[in-house]
Every structure is written in C-alpha cells, then in structure tokens.
C-alpha cells in the first residue's frame, strides 16, 4: 500500500509563554493591522522566520570561502529578493538576520491588495480574495496568505469575471435593474390604463 506524507508537517508553533502581556499585545496588534484571521497566521509567519534565521546563522558560522555557505547562503539571499523581503542594497546574509514578522506580512496578497487601492480597507481586501475577486496574473487566487513574488506584484488585478473588474454587473445590481424595469414598465401600463 503506497502512504501518502505530503502536508502532514507543521505549519506553525505555539509560543512557550501563552500569556505573556507584551507578546500578547503585539500579536493583537499584528491582527489587527494585517486583517489576520487568528494569532496562528501570526505564529506561521514566525515559524517560517525562524527557519530562516536559524539557516542564515549555521551559514554564518562558517568560514566566508566554504562552498557550502557559498551555495547555500546564495540560495537563501536570492529567495528573499524574489519575495521582496531584502531588497537589492542589502544582499548579505546579516540582513536575513534583521527579518522580522511585520517584513513577511507586508508581502502577503491581502496586504497587497489593500496598498494598491484594490479594496477598501484590509478586511475588505480578504473578502476579496476569498470570494475569487482577485487574480495575480492570469491565475484566481483565493488564499489570503498567498505570498507574492516582486515581478508578480504588477499583475495583481481583479478577475475577468469579477463585477468589479469587468463592467458586468454583479447578482445585487442585475435585481436591481430588473426591478427597476418592471416597475417603469409597470408605470406606463398604469397611465394607458387611466386614460
């Protein structure tokens, strides 16, 4: 019998101290600023994090020539300029070092959405995505967590078959229009009628 392990991994780690004021705040704070559904998007986001860090100092702790941080320290720099977290200035592997969570966040296609002018307001801009609104490219995304890649970030744009990107009228205003016909339709009938 084949098994099947892939997503069984986890995605985020609670923190030791589950009710240390400070941390707490900052979590609430965090929530609310990037439209967060629950702290575990906050701690996903600094699992992911921490994994980097934890690479960029084992490859800091070796020598400057050795092939492995070379190749690997190489690897890692290049993956944060194709997210956007570092930007072109700051190609070293002590800048992977000074990430931190609010970093990962801004590059989030909620955040995106909202700073483009897309949505109203962050919590808007969730709805968005998750209704199928919103495409990056020619593919709909529909994942607020979706993390997006500096060349893709100027394909960010409603769906072909969104109302609010084509100029279809979504299901509310079609009613509404219909509605609006009867009636005129129905005044005229009433006026002959009178007559």
């Not at 400057?64 to 690997?72: A, K, L, T």
Request: contains cysteine; proline residues 4%.
């Amino acid at each position: 019998m084949v098994r099947n392990y892939r997503g069984f991994g986890k995605t985020s780690k609670t923190p030791a101290r589950p009710f240390e004021k400070e941390r707490l705040d900052r979590e609430l704070k965090m929530c609310g600023e990037y439209g967060l559904r629950c702290k575990r998007e906050v701690w996903r986001v600094q699992l992911v994090l921490t994994k980097m860090r934890k690479t960029a100092r084992s490859l800091l702790t070796l020598e400057e020539n050795n092939p492995r941080r070379q190749i690997e320290g190489a690897a890692l720099i290049r993956r944060c300029l194709k997210l956007g977290l570092l930007d072109e200035s700051k190609q070293k592997l002590d800048y992977v070092l000074s990430l931190t969570a609010p970093d990962f966040l801004e590059r989030r296609l909620q955040t995106i959405v909202f700073k483009l002018g897309l949505a109203k307001s962050i919590h808007h801009a969730r709805c968005l995505i998750v209704q199928k609104h919103i495409r990056v490219g020619k593919q709909i995304v529909n994942v607020p967590s979706f993390v997006v890649r500096v060349d893709s970030e100027k394909h960010i744009d409603f769906s072909p078959n969104s109302p609010f990107g084509s100029q279809k009228p979504g299901r509310v205003k079609r009613m509404k229009l219909k509605a609006q016909s009867k009636k005129d339709s129905g005044d005229g009938d009433e006026e002959e009628a009178d007559e």
